[in-house]
């Protein structure tokens, strides 16, 4: 769909603003994060990405990312321009509680969107790279959580992340992150976790378990309030949560 005029202006001034020559404010981060537009160029539109609505992010960001401990080590795969993890630096329970995150890392292949997110959160290490390959980059012991939006569906990949190979991304990157992290948050394609009653796992989810041992936990409720603020689309999708600590070694690949 070709964006607006206003929507246009606006993705232009964002990019005055990542191209800026000083650091940005708090108020210009938050300008580009919301206006800058992915299908402003053919190469993004190709990349079909869709960045998490803001309200979105901060909802998971206050409640289920959460942070139990200061010094928290945290990892976003398929980062996009960083507002996942951008809420998650700015969650006001951190300041409230001390407990300021330890370290914030942001993995993204598109190099176009590290360059934006590099604007604006600065505090993240930004990593060029296919989240697939993450686990080979020798990034220190385990992230006490990774988070995602990653992108769903059967789309090409490099690699698979286990001995399961399934056809959805969104798998590949839950099994990545199970050799990464203690735990998870992602958000996802609705059946990629349940049918349309919450009670029924999908076929993929049960045999996805079943193969690696991860347990996706459905989240309080799907994300249908946020189906207008994706853009283009209006995908049915929820998040999902999973502890690794006892399953990390069925997500290694054969």
Not at 2 to 7: D, G, H, K, N, Y
Not at 209 to 220: A, M, N, S
């Amino acid at each position: 769909m070709p964006l607006t005029r206003e929507q246009t202006r606006r993705h232009l001034t964002a990019m005055d603003l990542v191209d800026a020559d000083r650091p940005l404010t708090r108020t210009e981060r938050e300008f580009v994060l919301d206006h800058y537009q992915p299908s402003a160029s053919t190469s993004q539109a190709l990349d079909g990405a869709y960045f998490t609505p803001r309200s979105l992010a901060h909802q998971l960001a206050m409640h289920d990312i959460g942070c139990d401990r200061p010094g928290e080590r945290i990892i976003d795969l398929a980062a996009g321009i960083g507002r996942l993890a951008y809420e998650t630096l700015i969650d006001p329970d951190r300041e409230l509680k001390s407990m300021p995150l330890g370290e914030l890392v942001c993995v993204e292949k598109n190099p176009e969107y590290v360059r934006v997110g590099k604007r604006v959160l600065p505090e993240a290490t930004w990593i060029c790279d296919d989240v697939l390959a993450v686990p080979d980059l020798n990034l220190g012991g385990p992230f006490d959580v990774a988070i995602s939006n990653p992108p769903f569906g059967a789309i090409a990949r490099s690699r698979d992340a286990l001995s399961y190979r399934a056809r959805q991304f969104e798998y590949h990157v839950i099994a990545t992150a199970a050799r990464l992290a203690r735990r998870g948050v992602f958000i996802v394609p609705r059946r990629s976790v349940h049918e349309e009653n919450p009670a029924e796992r999908t076929a993929d989810c049960v045999r996805f378990t079943r193969e690696t041992g991860i347990e996706l936990e459905r989240w309080w409720g799907d994300a249908d309030d946020w189906r207008d603020q994706w853009g283009p689309v209006t995908p049915r999708v929820t998040v999902t949560a999973a502890d690794f600590r006892h399953v990390r070694r069925a997500a290694v690949p054969a």
